[in-house]
Structure formats: structure tokens, C-alpha cells
């Protein structure tokens, strides 16, 4: 990896524009409406202080109350769908990277991009993709808890870490934004010219879970077995016992 970038305005994609509201839906949301209208330049992010209707992955709920960092970022990644994928990856290695650095502590990453502290769930990520005229835009959505008060994450309280219970640093949602985004950039440019074998290598590092046992909800089947490998298209690499499973998509429990 390249040495960390020191500046935010070093950033030559991500974070070149940043749009902060007070209160909106959903940030993902709002770029979805902006670019409908043609205002959403490629590398924009918009954060907010609180989200009213949140999105998490695979339709859930995401609870985005005030002491959260909430934003999305629109990029045109111009790859291949396969390699699209692999962003998903991508991301979670830079910002659990990212978070670590600044809490001095290791965030963990549980296939495919949630990042955990300790245990329980510190940030998770939405990558959603669309097209507009002929090009392929994602948009990703990243929700990292930094101080919130866990009675307002609904059920997930007793699951959820923040990261002001790990740290006694002062916890500014602007710095660890621009930390973050930093991060981002550093691993998107990386995966764009070097590929992603350096990055798988420090995904399996950071995974919960490899070589334990899992059970994996692939909405129309269960699949249990040992978390052997990630492999090269970013699949979770599963022994059942009686075959080798290679899992796309799907939520992981480590048992
Ligand atoms: C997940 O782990 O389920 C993904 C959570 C993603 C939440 C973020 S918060 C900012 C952006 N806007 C949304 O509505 N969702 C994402």
C-alpha cells in the first residue's frame, strides 16, 4: 500500500466534493434522486447526521440516529461485473483498515463487508449499482457507529460496538470521514492498477472467521460447514463435509 495520504485534498476521486445534511432518508437515496437529475458529479460523498429510513443490506433496516458517521460516495468504476464484486472486498479491507488506524486497535471483517470490533458490529456496507445512459454507477453506502447510544439501534443493541467504547481519543466524525475517505481512495487506486491478490491477501488476515465453522444463510438454502478460503472472485470458500461450497452472496454466522 501506498504511505497513508495526509490531506483529504490529496484525494484526486473520492471526497473531491462532499455534501453534509442535517437530516435526509437515506444518503444513498438522495445520490440515486441527484443523479435522476443530473447533479451528482463521479467521487461526490454526502454524510448525514441522522438518516430516517436507512438501508441495510438484503432490505433490513438501517437505525442511523445523531453520534453515527452516515455517507455514501458515487463512483463509475468502468470494470467488468465481475470485478465489480470485488469492491464489496475492496471497501471493507480500506475502512476497517482505516477505523483500526485511528482507534489503534484491529477491526475485524466478516465476509462480505461487515466490519466488527471485538465481536460485535462496529460498521457495515451497501454497494448498490445502477446505469445511467451507457455508464454503470455504484453507489456505496457505508454506516460506521462512532458514538451512538445503543438504546436507539433498535434491536441490534446488544449486537452493535461503537467506536467511542474503544477508544479514549476524542472522536471527530469530520476526521475519522476524512481518515476513512482516505482509505477508500488509497485501496480503490490500488485495486484499479494492481489487482486484488495483494488485498485478498489482507482480507483473509482481517476475516472472523476463516478456518471456523459457519452457517450461511443463501436466502433459498442453508450451508454449513468450515470457512476454508476466500478465493480469487471473492467467494466464501466453504467445506460442508461432503462437498466444497462456493458462496457468492449470503449472511455468515460463525458458530
Ligand atoms: C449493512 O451492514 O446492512 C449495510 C449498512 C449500510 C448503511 C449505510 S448508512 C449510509 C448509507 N445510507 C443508507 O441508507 N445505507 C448506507
Given at each position: 500500500?501506498?504511505?497513508?495520504?495526509?490531506?483529504?485534498?490529496?484525494?484526486?476521486?473520492?471526497?473531491?466534493?462532499?455534501?453534509?445534511?442535517?437530516?435526509?432518508?437515506?444518503?444513498?437515496?438522495?445520490?440515486k434522486?441527484?443523479?435522476?437529475?443530473?447533479?451528482?458529479?463521479?467521487?461526490?460523498?454526502?454524510?448525514?447526521?441522522?438518516?430516517t429510513?436507512?438501508?441495510?443490506?438484503?432490505?433490513?433496516?438501517?437505525?442511523?440516529?445523531?453520534?453515527?458517521?452516515?455517507f455514501?460516495?458515487?463512483?463509475?468504476?468502468?470494470?467488468?461485473?465481475?470485478?465489480m464484486?470485488?469492491?464489496?472486498?475492496?471497501?471493507?479491507?480500506?475502512?476497517?483498515?482505516?477505523?483500526?488506524?485511528?482507534?489503534?486497535?484491529?477491526?475485524?471483517?466478516?465476509?462480505?463487508?461487515?466490519?466488527?470490533?471485538?465481536?460485535?458490529?462496529?460498521?457495515?456496507?451497501?454497494?448498490?449499482?445502477?446505469?445511467?445512459?451507457?455508464?454503470?454507477?455504484?453507489?456505496?453506502?457505508?454506516?460506521?457507529n462512532?458514538?451512538?447510544?445503543?438504546?436507539?439501534?433498535?434491536s441490534?443493541?446488544?449486537?452493535?460496538?461503537?467506536?467511542?467504547?474503544?477508544?479514549?481519543?476524542?472522536?471527530?466524525?469530520?476526521?475519522?470521514?476524512a481518515?476513512?475517505?482516505?482509505?477508500?481512495?488509497?485501496?480503490?487506486?490500488?485495486?484499479?492498477?494492481e489487482?486484488?491478490?495483494?488485498?485478498?491477501?489482507?482480507?483473509?488476515?482481517?476475516?472472523?472467521?476463516?478456518?471456523?465453522?459457519?452457517?450461511i444463510?443463501?436466502?433459498?438454502?442453508?450451508?454449513?460447514?468450515?470457512?476454508?478460503?476466500?478465493?480469487?472472485?471473492?467467494?466464501?470458500?466453504?467445506?460442508?463435509?461432503?462437498?466444497?461450497?462456493?458462496?457468492?452472496?449470503?449472511?455468515?454466522?460463525?458458530?
Amino acid at each position: 500500500m501506498p504511505d497513508r495520504l495526509t490531506n483529504i485534498a490529496k484525494n484526486i476521486i473520492i471526497g473531491k466534493k462532499i455534501i453534509y445534511l442535517d437530516e435526509v432518508d437515506s444518503t444513498s437515496d438522495y445520490i440515486k434522486r441527484a443523479l435522476d437529475i443530473g447533479e451528482m458529479t463521479e467521487g461526490t460523498v454526502v454524510a448525514a447526521s441522522i438518516q430516517t429510513k436507512g438501508k441495510g443490506r438484503a432490505g433490513r433496516v438501517w437505525e442511523s440516529p445523531a453520534g453515527g458517521l452516515w455517507f455514501s460516495l458515487l463512483l463509475y468504476p468502468r470494470l467488468p461485473m465481475e470485478k465489480m464484486a470485488l469492491l464489496s472486498l475492496v471497501f471493507a479491507v480500506a475502512i476497517s483498515q482505516g477505523l483500526g488506524e485511528i482507534i489503534e486497535q484491529k477491526c475485524k471483517i466478516k465476509w462480505p463487508n461487515d466490519i466488527y470490533l471485538d465481536g460485535k458490529k462496529l460498521a457495515g456496507i451497501l454497494l448498490e449499482t445502477g446505469s445511467l445512459e451507457e455508464d454503470i454507477y455504484l453507489i456505496i453506502g457505508v454506516g460506521i457507529n462512532v458514538d451512538v447510544d445503543k438504546d436507539q439501534l433498535g434491536s441490534l443493541s446488544s449486537s452493535a460496538a461503537s467506536l467511542s467504547e474503544h477508544s479514549s481519543l476524542d472522536l471527530n466524525i469530520n476526521s475519522i470521514l476524512a481518515a476513512v475517505l482516505e482509505y477508500m481512495e488509497m485501496y480503490y487506486l490500488d485495486f484499479q492498477q494492481e489487482g486484488f491478490s495483494q488485498i485478498l491477501e489482507e482480507f483473509k488476515e482481517l476475516c472472523l472467521h476463516l478456518d471456523q465453522r459457519v452457517k450461511i444463510d443463501c436466502i433459498n438454502r442453508i450451508v454449513s460447514g468450515i470457512n476454508v478460503d476466500i478465493d480469487s472472485r471473492g467467494r466464501l470458500v466453504v467445506d460442508t463435509g461432503l462437498a466444497i461450497e462456493k458462496i457468492s452472496t449470503g449472511d455468515v454466522k460463525v458458530l
